[in-house]
């Protein structure tokens, strides 16, 4: 199953236009196909996967229509299961529209919508990953404007818009218009930003720990974390700035007081490396190890999580605790879970904003809550950002939170005191 959006000129009223030949209106598709779906309804669950999706759809109709402010006759409409088409239309007199230049502007356009949209409705570590095509065309007849058209042509010239590459040779990101070079030289020279915020114990009330949270240089074109994390998927440098996360950060746990914890993102390929294993044998470090904490943020295939799983049992008798990141409500992270034998299993952006939809997804987080803690799991609500969002979390029994409700990320040197 593909979500698929289609922009669709002309207004219906205009296709008589094509059967009578009458050619002073020019007409284009747009179109995108987000892959992957059937994957995000096993993370997320399909009530709470729905809820997202109709949210990211209500997001994404203005912006739909500004792109199209240039035209006439726009419409915005849902024709289709899983189909959106916009209609619009522009005179072919109109010399200031140029018909070539329009396909690049709408390319660009939607590509940054929907990785905007994806990030913000799907979470940071899913919603970066998603991939999907897109492509923009004039209109030449009638056929064009079937569902069985544009998927065709999605199909055989579609730009496929995936920032989990890795192999790219590119030198320039599109996603920050940095080089790869300016980019290695930020992550050499120590320049990153560091910000922690706050976990809160719900059922205590009180701060439980801090996650460590990275940003680019100040005023830099990476400066955002979307931005910065972007671009390192992009030119396949996620290890690296993995590390740098953890090597600038760590040093922090030292100043934590000893019933708080410092957690760390990390991937798969990071928390298995030697240069984390040396980071933590490090004999300054190794007194403080019970206040470490790594947040493993893919969702991985269960053949690669009994691949790390022994890791992940050598870290937790050394007391460093493996989290899950980025939870859902669907059987895949349940089985995750269970192998890994996580303490803590973290609901992501994407659950908690749905918290206002009603009883159907209190239900849903009630029952992962339960599901975890018969595991031994506990669970926390990442991206609190209303006072609902925390009362309903506290009353299902989620017993950790964070976000913007609680507290904002704050410079690291502003929450704890130390110098090298």
């Known amino acids: 199953m593909a979500f698929v959006f289609i922009g669709i000129c002309p207004y219906i009223k205009l296709l008589q236009l094509f059967e009578s030949e009458i050619l002073t ?4 598709v747009y179109a995108v196909s987000l892959s992957g779906t059937e994957k995000l309804e096993n993370i997320f669950g399909k009530p709470v996967l729905q809820s997202a999706w109709s949210n990211l759809l209500t997001e994404i109709t203005p912006r739909v229509y500004e792109m199209f402010g240039r035209y006439q006759n726009v419409q915005f409409v849902q024709q289709y299961e899983n189909m959106f088409i916009v209609k619009a239309s522009f005179m072919a007199s109109d010399s200031m529209l140029d018909p070539e230049e329009q396909q690049e502007i709408l390319l660009s356009a939607g590509s940054t919508f929907m990785r905007d949209a994806l990030l913000k409705h799907f979470g940071a570590a899913t919603g970066r990953k998603l991939a999907f095509s897109n492509f923009c065309t004039l209109v030449k007849d009638r056929e064009q404007l079937s569902e069985h058209s544009v998927r065709l042509e999605l199909q055989k010239n ?22 790869r070079q300016e980019f290695s030289e ?12 706050s976990i809160v114990d719900l059922q205590r009330n009180e701060v439980a720990g801090f996650e460590i949270l990275t940003r680019g240089p100040k005023g830099s074109n990476i400066e955002r974390a979307d931005k910065l994390f972007n671009t390192a998927t992009y030119f396949g440098m996620t290890k690296e700035i993995e590390l740098a996360c953890v090597r600038k950060g760590i040093n922090y746990v030292k100043q934590v007081p000893s019933h708080q914890f410092l957690t760390f993102n990390v991937g798969p390929e990071v928390l298995t490396s030697p240069e984390l294993s040396s980071l933590l044998e490090d004999p300054s470090i190794k007194p403080y190890h ?30 460093i605790q493996v989290w899950l990141d980025d939870t859902g409500c669907g059987f895949f992270d349940f089985s995750t879970a269970e192998m890994l034998k996580t303490p803590v299993a973290k609901l992501c952006i994407t659950v908690i904003r749905q918290i206002s939809k009603g009883h159907v997804i209190e239900c849903e987080i009630e029952e992962t809550r339960k599901r975890l803690n018969s595991l031994g799991t506990k669970t926390l609500g990442e991206g609190v950002e209303e006072k609902e969002q925390a009362e309903v979390l506290q009353r299902l029994g989620v017993q950790l939170a964070q976000g913007y409700y609680f507290h904002k990320p704050t410079p690291i040197e502003q929450v704890f005191n130390y110098s090298h």
Do not use: Y
């Open 25 to 28: 209106i020019k007409n284009m």
């Open 158 to 179: 579609g730009t496929l818009q995936d920032l989990h590459l890795g192999n790219t040779k590119s030198e320039l990101s599109p996603c920050s218009n940095i080089t």
């Open 186 to 197: 930020i992550l050499q020279k120590d320049k990153l930003q560091t910000f922690v915020q």
């Open 290 to 319: 019970q206040q470490i904490v790594f947040e493993l943020t893919e969702h991985l295939p269960l053949s690669d999580v009994k691949k790390i799983t022994h890791v992940v049992q050598e870290m937790h008798h050394k007391g």
